[in-house]
């Protein structure tokens, strides 16, 4: 691996930290405002900002409106853009957004691309991703999906129960999985559906009240009752619903650890800032070990991290499946996010705790990340199956 980064890439990351400096941050204390993140006019004008200093869309290739960077090379475009949870929004790289057109892109056919992809490209509509199901439905374990798409002449019909389905709430289509053929494992017999969000048979029960701050759309309830789709509706072929989620969730939880890097990087330069400037016991915080301790722990994890992502951001760029390393990456810079956080709170104190920091919104919705994209345990697991395999004998 090659660790110079690019100047074409480190000008757009210099250009991004800008933008999301000087026209995003200032706008968080708007967030509050609405359950969307932002007033739909003022991210309206954000993103044509965006669009105007030539930031849109850094993952898609430029026949899509976006800047064509490779896996790699959004690393750190998509860091700096993290640097507020308003920044991958502006962008349009947030997700589920972000992770269904990367979706799209590689397995859409012609009219699939024209009806979804290219609006969801451009910023005009937004899109939600619904697998998760509740109990007995399948989380962390696909093999207990119990959404079903049953054959009825030309059509499928759809009956199941979803939630946690990002993007959800008011999303213009949904990709649902479902499982298409209950006599083989899931791996074989689910499949991926296109549906409009208007479609009859869609019922969007509620939209799940969560820890932290609510991305746009939200996360969802949702059941299909006599959902009717055509043939036409599938993503990719019958029974390659498993392989495409895995298709998309590589990247996806790269992608994640990036922009939760950027949040991460900040809380630390709050802390830092904070105890430079606070007194107690007649020196400077910065002047006692426990803190220096705390912030040099924060800038080694975060270190670590940064080469994790960028070593399996590699692999997968040249063709490696790159499971484990991503299962070790997710898991990693999960944990580390919430660790710098948590410090970064400990050090500015009263302040840290206080809604005048970001930080304890950053603290409520940064736990949700050890869990969505894989909880942590399951990676364990991952990663310790091969560990197994390789010297268990």
Same mark, same amino acid.
């Given at each position: 691996?090659?660790?110079?980064?690019?100047?074409?890439?480190?000008?757009?990351?210099r250009?991004?930290?800008h933008?999301v400096?000087?026209?995003?941050?200032?706008?968080?204390?708007?967030?509050?405002?609405t359950?969307?993140g932002?007033?739909?006019?003022?991210?309206?004008?954000l993103?044509a900002?965006?669009?105007t200093?030539?930031l849109w869309?850094?993952?898609?290739p430029t026949?899509?409106g976006?800047?064509?960077?490779?896996?790699?090379?959004?690393?750190?475009?998509?860091e700096?853009?993290?640097?507020?949870?308003?920044g991958p929004?502006a962008?349009?790289c947030?997700?589920p957004?972000?992770?269904n057109?990367?979706?799209?892109?590689?397995?859409?056919?012609?009219e699939?691309r024209e009806?979804?992809?290219?609006p969801? /490209?451009?910023?005009?509509?937004?899109s939600g991703?619904?697998?998760t199901?509740?109990?007995?439905g399948?989380?962390?374990?696909p093999?207990?999906?119990?959404?079903?798409?049953?054959r009825?002449?030309n059509?499928w019909i759809?009956? &199941?129960?979803?939630?946690w389905?990002?993007?959800?709430?008011?999303a213009?289509?949904?990709?649902?999985?479902?499982?298409?053929?209950?006599?083989?494992a899931?791996?074989?017999? /689910?499949?991926?559906?296109?549906?409009?969000?208007?479609?009859?048979g869609?019922e969007?029960?509620?939209?799940?009240?969560?820890?932290?701050?609510?991305d746009l759309? &939200?996360?969802a309830e949702?059941?299909?009752?006599?959902?009717?789709?055509?043939?036409? /509706?599938?993503l990719g072929?019958e029974g390659?619903?498993?392989a495409?989620?895995?298709a998309?969730?590589?990247p996806a939880r790269l992608t994640h650890?990036?922009?939760?890097?950027?949040?991460?990087?900040r809380?630390?330069e709050i802390?830092t800032?904070?105890?430079n400037?606070r007194e107690a016991f007649?020196?400077?915080?910065?002047?006692?070990?426990?803190?220096?301790?705390?912030?040099?722990d924060s800038a080694?994890?975060?270190?670590?991290?940064?080469l994790?992502?960028?070593?399996?951001a590699?692999?997968?760029?040249?063709?490696?499946?790159?499971?484990?390393?991503?299962s070790?990456?997710k898991v990693?810079?999960?944990?580390?996010?919430?660790?710098?956080?948590?410090?970064?709170?400990?050090?500015?104190g009263?302040?840290g705790i206080?809604?005048?920091?970001?930080?304890?919104?950053w603290?409520?919705?940064a736990r949700?990340?050890?869990?969505?994209? &894989?909880?942590?345990?399951?990676h364990?697991?991952?990663v310790?199956?091969?560990v197994?395999?390789?010297?268990?004998?």
């Amino acid at each position: 691996m090659d660790f110079t980064t690019p100047p074409h890439v480190h000008d757009i990351v210099r250009r991004v930290t800008h933008f999301v400096n000087a026209e995003v941050i200032p706008l968080e204390v708007h967030a509050a405002d609405t359950s969307d993140g932002l007033p739909a006019p003022m991210l309206a004008d954000l993103r044509a900002k965006a669009k105007t200093a030539g930031l849109w869309a850094p993952q898609l290739p430029t026949e899509l409106g976006g800047m064509g960077l490779s896996l790699s090379e959004i690393v750190p475009v998509f860091e700096a853009a993290g640097r507020s949870h308003l920044g991958p929004l502006a962008l349009n790289c947030s997700a589920p957004d972000e992770g269904n057109m990367h979706l799209l892109h590689m397995f859409a056919n012609e009219e699939q691309r024209e009806r979804y992809l290219k609006p969801l /490209a451009a910023g005009d509509i937004y899109s939600g991703f619904a697998m998760t199901e509740p109990h007995p439905g399948a989380g962390s374990d696909p093999n207990m999906l119990r959404t079903s798409a049953a054959r009825d002449g030309n059509d499928w019909i759809i009956n &199941g129960h979803k939630w946690w389905t990002s993007g959800g709430d008011g999303a213009a289509f949904l990709l649902i999985m479902a499982r298409t053929n209950p006599d083989v494992a899931t791996s074989k017999g /689910a499949t991926i559906f296109i549906a409009p969000a208007d479609t009859p048979g869609i019922e969007v029960v509620r939209r799940i009240p969560i820890m932290g701050f609510d991305d746009l759309g &939200g996360h969802a309830e949702i059941k299909f009752h006599e959902l009717r789709l055509p043939q036409s /509706a599938i993503l990719g072929q019958e029974g390659d619903g498993f392989a495409l989620t895995q298709a998309r969730l590589g990247p996806a939880r790269l992608t994640h650890c990036m922009r939760w890097t950027g949040i991460a990087q900040r809380a630390l330069e709050i802390a830092t800032h904070y105890a430079n400037m606070r007194e107690a016991f007649g020196k400077h915080l910065t002047e006692h070990q426990s803190i220096q301790w705390m912030l040099a722990d924060s800038a080694i994890e975060l270190h670590a991290g940064r080469l994790m992502i960028q070593q399996a951001a590699w692999l997968l760029e040249n063709g490696d499946q790159a499971r484990q390393e991503a299962s070790m990456c997710k898991v990693f810079v999960a944990e580390t996010v919430n660790r710098v956080i948590d410090r970064a709170i400990q050090i500015c104190g009263g302040l840290g705790i206080s809604r005048d920091l970001p930080l304890s919104k950053w603290y409520e919705a940064a736990r949700a990340f050890r869990i969505y994209d &894989g909880a942590s345990e399951v990676h364990r697991m991952v990663v310790a199956r091969r560990v197994i395999r390789a010297y268990g004998d």
